[in-house]
């Protein structure tokens, strides 16, 4: 059994064992040197022979493709690119860390089972400093992960600077508490700093998808711009979870414009020509009495709120197409096709009446990626997303299809405040998802994933990981399971039920009066 996470797509042990103690001395093509020197970063500095590596590219692998060969003599790599070279060594540095310098004899063919292995990080709810996402990218690569959406705008926080618009962080990167606390809360990126950002993901053949969610989840914006708003009110950057019914005013010209401003500075950084405009959680509350928003869905003869959701999403992707940048969205209630079809959907509420209608999509030329809640938001509690669940998960949804590009494990943190409440979040189920995502079902087995799990939490701990959660801790039993749960779910006292209740009335009044209807 080899220690690597997640498990080659062919591997074969031989006996003997090659010592690599004193660390290894590579021969390489001088344009994957920057893998080579982060490898070398890895060991420290120890005097004696070192093991020798030859590294080559092959014309006859693909770009993430490997083949190992390890023998008492040295290491051969054989590589289809850059990617799969880095992945190689990733391979050749867990077996050195559980083997304590010495690695087992072998023979290993590797490959993705998947193109699209992505993690979403949301710095919205909490703002995570720059350095902390840049090891979430390092864990990233860690585990052959290759596309890192990062959820940058939230009602409780706008966290990119937008030179256009400087009030976006200079107001809306801050709040005054959070729900019944008493602390304030802010933080942002620079543009300066997410250049950087996207250097360092490249750097490590890892792809970034920035998310700017729009028309819900906008509180923080129309803080700053309440002529964003359908009645132009001065809201507070939120301070309480939960969908919030003021959104984007989908009928004013100023919208999407400001939509488009946003979005061009958006992709001068972020260039991977793809961008996430969130959709979902958009209640039409507002748009029901706006006379800016009902005026739109006349002079375009639609028949409701949700069509013109759709329609204002259509501008906005042709504004991206325009650019050359690929548009995703979260599923839900466009699930009846109502979105274009070639917006990538990243499907979060996989339930199983809708199995059918997503493997239409995909016939319909819609690509999909599985983002499906449970059991892949790590946020969730280890009784709702438990270790075993993540592993075994059937990532095809449906059954496989050449449009279902792969899987997305997501780590939202409306409860978690801090990097070690993260890292416990999200290990060792990230490993769990890179093997569901990397290895063929025939090749996944969930018992001989646990047996290398020793191992994995000496690779994590070696590797900055502030906090773990064992086994047993991963696979709660029923009574520990409904307590974790119960605690889980004090979220909902926090999510201003009431508030939007007597708000609504509220608005609904001073809408009836100052827009009386025709």
Known sequence: MLNIIPKPFKAEEYAGKADAGCGFEMTFP???????????????????????????????????????????????????????????????????????????????????????????????????????????????????????????????????????????????????????????????????????????CHARHIKVIPEIDM???????????????????????????????????????????????????????????????????????????????????????????????AYFIAQVKEHLKAKGVKVLTWNEDEISGKAPADVTWTVWNVLEKDLHKMYAEMERGRELINCSSVPNYLDLTYNKCPLKAVYTQPVDICKPHPLMLGAQASLWTEQVPNVRRAHFKTFPRLGAFAEAVWTPDDARNYDEFLARMPAYVRLLKANGVKKIASVKRANPGKLFGFFEQLWFNKVQLCWHGLHNLIDNAKVARMAKKRFPME
């Open 30 to 200: 001088q344009e994957w040197l920057p893998d080579v020197q982060r490898f070398y970063s890895y060991f420290p500095a120890k005097y004696g022979k070192k093991l020798p590596v030859l590294s080559q590219l092959s014309a006859q692998l693909r770009e993430e493709e490997y083949v190992l060969d390890i023998n008492q003599d040295g290491v051969n790599i054989r590589a289809g690119g850059a990617a799969g070279h880095a992945y190689a060594l990733e391979s050749l540095r867990q077996l050195h860390c559980a083997g304590g310098g010495l690695l087992p004899c072998a023979h290993i063919e590797d490959k993705p089972r998947f193109a699209h292995r992505g993690f979403m990080l949301d710095v919205g709810r909490y703002f995570i400093p720059l350095e902390e996402v840049k090891k979430f990218v390092d864990f990233m690569l860690m585990h052959k992960l290759n596309v890192f959406h990062l959820h940058l705008t939230e009602d409780q926080g706008w966290r990119m600077e937008i030179k256009k618009y400087p009030l976006l962080t200079q107001e809306g990167s801050r709040r005054s508490h959070t729900n019944f606390g008493l602390r304030p809360h802010g933080g942002f990126y620079t543009q300066r700093q997410l250049r950087e950002l996207v250097e360092y």
């Open 215 to 309: 028309p819900g989840h906008m509180q923080a914006a129309i803080h700053c711009y309440p002529q964003l708003s359908c009645f132009d009110r001065k809201l507070p950057v939120a301070t309480h979870w939960g969908v919030k019914h003021d959104i984007l005013c989908a009928g004013k010209d100023f919208t999407l414009r400001f939509v488009c401003d946003v979005l061009d500075e958006v992709t001068e950084i972020f260039t991977d020509g793809a961008v996430h405009l969130g959709g979902d959680e958009a209640p039409k509350t507002r748009w029901k009495l706006c006379p800016h928003c009902q005026k739109k869905l006349r002079e375009l003869g639609l028949e409701n709120e949700n069509q013109l959701q």
